[in-house]
């Protein structure tokens, strides 16, 4: 009987990635997610036209603008999830500013937003971010780990639904963000992000 076809291989169980993933900034978890994390390069490209063009043509695609997102929804929003404590950086608000001694209610830590119609600093983006996930690869020399990587990146949106009987739910969409200062800046081109093996979790 002639096997059926497939796409299986012997590196199948080498280079399939396991489970949900998880969502680091630096080598600290950001937290719980609900149904694992989504990454979307955003990748545009353009066809060159001309006179008399039928259908897209080879050798004439250009490679036009990335727009990389990360997207998933998390299940905690504590002061350390919302924020990097230790850098004062607000993570679902960038710009922030992070009250210690309480705001309107007399809380006991607070993030006011930021004014609409100010540009963000430098401080204000989360540096780092990487989202993680286990490959299936055996052996000990080989790279344990894939990550997406974003060295620098911005919440651009987030929501938080609440149902009877369920966890709340925050859905987040992560961009990522060129920054010039980069070792490896080429031009307003470079990609904002890296594809990236790891044979451990740290990230050196």
């Keep these: 009987m002639t096997s059926p076809v497939t796409g299986y291989t012997a590196d199948f169980k080498n280079d399939v990635l396991l489970d949900s993933g998880v969502l680091y900034i630096g080598n600290t978890v950001f937290g719980a997610f609900q149904g694992g994390l989504k990454f979307d390069p ?13 259908s897209p043509m080879t050798l004439l695609d250009i490679k036009q603008s990335y727009a990389p997102k990360i997207s998933g929804t998390v299940i905690q929003l504590s002061p350390t999830t919302s924020t990097l404590v230790s850098g004062k950086v607000n993570i679902v608000e960038p710009g922030g500013d992070i009250n210690a001694t309480g705001a309107w209610t007399g809380a006991t830590q607070s993030i006011a937003p930021q004014a609409a119609g100010a540009l963000l600093v430098a401080g204000d983006y989360v540096t780092d971010l990487r989202a993680i996930w286990l490959r299936g690869e055996t052996t000990t020399a080989a790279p344990k780990y894939v990550q997406v990587r974003f060295p620098s990146a911005i919440v651009t949106k987030y929501d938080i639904t609440s149902q009877d009987g369920q966890e709340v739910a925050i859905a987040l969409e992560i961009e990522a963000r060129l920054d010039p200062s980069w070792t490896g800046y080429a031009g307003v081109g470079t990609a904002p992000y890296r594809i990236e093996y790891l044979t451990s979790l740290t990230n050196a």
């Design 42 to 54: 955003g990748v545009s490209y353009r066809n060159v036209d001309f006179d008399g063009k039928r």
